[in-house]
Structure formats: C-alpha cells, structure tokens
C-alpha cells in the first residue's frame, strides 16, 4: 500500500491511499508508529480514517494542515509504515442484489448439490 495523492481539506490534510480500506489492527499500526512523530514534531492532533466513495480509495486524515516540509515528513512516515500492507480493492457488487459474482455460482453449486438424489 502506498499514499497516491495528497489534499487539503478546510482544517485536514488528507493522505489517500492505493487501497479501498485500512483494517483496524493496520490502522493501530499506523497511529503506534505516527502518532509519537507527529509529537516530536510539535503536532498535538492526531490521525482519523476515512473512505473516499467516489474514488474507492481509504483516507489517511490528519487533524491539521501543517507546513509543507512537515507534510512531506508526515506522508514519509506514513508511507514508511504502510509499504508493507496489502492492497485491497472493492468488491463489484450488483446494486440491485448486493451479490457478488462469486457469492452465485456458491449458491448454484450448493443448490445443485441438494437437487441430486442419492
């Protein structure tokens, strides 16, 4: 996984990643290992997750818009700590039915086995 774009929102930096979202123990993970940084650094707000809907892409938000050499640190860090996560993409599902493609063959393959008598 790796940080593809950087973005300003009103009072947040967002880092958006390379993938659809961040587990829960690789965003401890990441909070572990960035968050004593970003004291070090004089930064006393923290790190929220988020997903952008639009672009299938997880959020990296930071509490603040710091100064740009700060910001290159930052996304450094984070990029430093999240290089070794995988990649997750979304799921096409059909809107209608929320069914995966490969949540209807299981059923056709479990339903074809209860049709045949023993």
Same mark, same amino acid.
């Given at each position: 996984?790796?940080? &593809?774009?950087?973005? #300003?929102?009103?009072? !947040? $930096? !967002?880092? =958006? &990643?390379? +993938?659809?979202?961040?587990?829960? %123990? #690789?965003?401890?993970? &990441? $909070? =572990?290992?960035? #968050?004593? %940084? /970003? =004291?070090? /650094?004089?930064? %006393?707000?923290?790190?929220?997750?988020?997903?952008?809907? +639009?672009? !299938?892409?997880?959020?990296? &938000?930071? #509490?603040? =818009?710091?100064?740009d050499s700060v910001k290159t640190l930052i996304r450094e860090f984070i990029d430093e700590v999240i290089k070794d996560f995988p990649v997750r993409h979304p799921e096409q599902r059909n809107v209608v039915t929320n069914i995966t493609y490969a949540d209807a063959i299981l059923k056709v393959e479990h339903s074809n086995t209860q049709d045949q008598v023993p």
């Open positions: 996984m790796k940080i &593809v774009e950087q973005k #300003e929102a009103w009072i !947040h $930096t !967002h880092y =958006i &990643v390379d +993938s659809y979202f961040i587990t829960e %123990q #690789e965003r401890r993970e &990441v $909070t =572990i290992n960035v #968050e004593p %940084q /970003l =004291i070090a /650094l004089g930064i %006393q707000y923290g790190l929220d997750y988020n997903i952008a809907p +639009s672009k !299938h892409r997880a959020i990296i &938000v930071l #509490e603040c =818009i710091p100064f």
